[in-house]
């Protein structure tokens, strides 16, 4: 009787082993969707330490509510730090970014010499979120990005400004 449950034991240990050893997750933004009319969904690699490295996509994003630029899309990549060490990649997470925004269409202007220049910007930040996972494959996350513009190409030359922007979020989130 003490050989079989040794067994049972060992099955349920091995199934639990293979369930925490997620690597990847993906996630899709609710509240963006809703709030801002974006199209928000982003890959996660776990890493070791508890950090992770993650894409990030950002469709019909208005980056610049001054122009009305309908047709302006994002990436970013971000290195995440989790806090809880006993919680697998999990919990608070802290998300330094480098954020690049394009947009496909051109944008029309009046000055001649300049007509139909695409706009784009670089960016930097960090994230700041609050993440659950339930039972080790659906769960949710809460946060915030917090970002500047540094180097903006709107319709001439470049330019080095400081734009502050605040991103809220909600995501789903799904392991694999």
């Not at 050989?3 to 049972?8: D, E, G, R, Y």
């Not at 915030?144 to 970002?147: C, G, M, N, Q």
């Given at each position: 009787m003490g050989?079989?449950?040794?067994?049972?034991q060992s099955i349920t240990t091995d199934s639990i082993t293979v369930k925490s050893h997620r690597k990847n997750e993906v996630s899709f933004d609710i509240f963006q969707?809703?709030?801002n009319k974006r199209v928000k969904f982003s890959f996660e690699r776990f890493l070791k330490n508890n950090t992770s490295i993650s894409i990030n996509t950002i469709l019909f994003e208005n980056s610049d509510a001054?122009?009305?630029?309908p047709h302006t899309h994002s990436v970013n990549i971000?290195?995440?730090f989790y806090v809880n060490p006993s919680k697998n990649h999990q919990g608070l997470s802290f998300s330094p970014f480098v954020k690049y925004t394009k947009s496909f269409k051109d944008y029309p202007t009046s000055i001649s010499e300049y007509q139909n220049r695409k706009i784009s910007s670089i960016g930097f930040g960090n994230g700041l979120h609050w993440k659950y996972i339930?039972?080790?494959k659906i769960g949710f996350q809460i946060g915030?990005?917090?970002?500047a513009n540094f180097i903006r190409r709107k319709v001439g030359p470049i330019e080095l400004n400081f734009e502050n922007d605040?991103?809220?979020n909600c995501n789903l989130n799904y392991r694999f």
């Open positions: 050989l079989n449950f040794a067994k049972a969707l809703i709030q001054s122009y009305h630029i971000r290195y995440s339930f039972k080790n915030a990005d917090v970002y605040l991103n809220l």
